[in-house]
């Protein structure tokens, strides 16, 4: 039997960082994790590389918002999947996900973990999680900001007897061996290397990026910001279309889909991370920013200026504004501001964003939903390391 099944989006993004970093925390206590990994067929990734500590793997392709052939698919792995309890990351198929349990005899035992950004929140979004809640014993909220303003906290739904905190975390190690130095790599006639590690969806303001290496190239500036976006989806041939409208080929490089492991080495040929977005709930990739020493840039959106304070561990800008973007990476470019909020942004994810806080406090939960499981016995042994 799995201990902890992760039902949750099956491409790079989020819910992989976090899903990984838990598996490998719990490997190390003796908790075997199980992936229900949903994405489209393009995106979807089910090969062990990509779940470097899951014991097991079972891939859902998406064709489309009704696709009945996934609801049946994630009924039938319900049924045959047997975990103690089940993470339910994206929120579409839990009621094929609880009717396959139910059917099969297994307790519900699952808990709907929130990541979609609350201001960017939609209807559909709030019937899937709604759906969620109905079978769930409890749910997961990344900040306290966001169980705040939810917009379903008022409904009596059995996922919101039990609610519990737990920011998402990361393993710090593997950007910590591949910090960089935080002087930046341009030169008088070359610009910062800039950076953005993200799917390519529309609530990633990426054009905003665009338009500013633009207004430098066409005002012929010296130092003009080359720009290394690494991700795909299904806005890469608009963004590509626009970067050759604007003219800055030259200075944009599409890098696609890098896997999880190849994460420290793209922080550390940065200048300068930027997070250009209309929306978040708590970005992992920032965390890995500060935790390379990569200067943060980013949109000042719910979801990042609660966790992240302007001009002290990250320079923030006003979003879809690119002159407000440029002048942040302006700043984000002097040495003296460069040295202060790295070093701050640092100690923000060392003490607050680690992949041992959050299993921690899944641990917890677990404790509060399923007494009898093997939770106290494997905190005990995380804590006697």
Known sequence: MIDV?????????GHMVVVNAL?????????????????????????????????????????????????????????????RVVLVHTHRHATPLALG???????????????????LRSTIDNVNSFS???WSKASVFLTADYLQGYPLKSMALPG??????????????????????????GTVNTGPILGMATRLVPSKDIETILEVIAMARNAHEPRVPHLRLAGDGPER?????????????EFVTFLGQLREDQ???????????????RGETLNTSLIQAAASRVPIVASRVSGITNVFTDDVTAILFEPSSPSSLASAIQMASETVVVERIVEAAFELAQLNFTSEMMTRGYLDLLTRIDPAGPWLAAQMRMEGG
């Open 263 to 277: 994460l420290p080495e793209f922080f550390s040929t940065l200048d300068i991370y930027v997070l250009s977005t």
């Open 160 to 185: 919101l007897k039990t609610t519990a905190v737990i920011a998402n975390g990361i393993d710090l190690a593997p950007f910590l061996s591949r910090q960089r130095c935080v002087q930046l790599s």
């Open 237 to 249: 041939q608009r963004l590509e279309a626009r970067v050759s409208e604007l003219g800055i080929g």
């Open 23 to 83: 598996a490998k925390e719990m490997a190390r206590i003796g908790l075997a994790t199980g992936v229900m990994a949903i994405s489209p067929s393009n995106s979807l990734l089910s090969d062990s590389e990509s779940w470097p500590d899951v014991s097991v793997l079972e891939p859902v392709a998406l064709t489309g918002r009704g696709d009945m052939n996934s609801m049946a698919r994630v009924f039938g792995l319900g049924r045959r999947m047997k975990a």
């Open 101 to 119: 349990r139910l059917s099969s005899g297994q307790p519900l035992n699952m808990v709907s973990v929130e990541h979609h950004s609350l201001g």
């Open 5 to 13: 099944l992760h039902v949750c989006f099956g491409g790079l993004g």
């Open 132 to 134: 969620a809640l109905l």
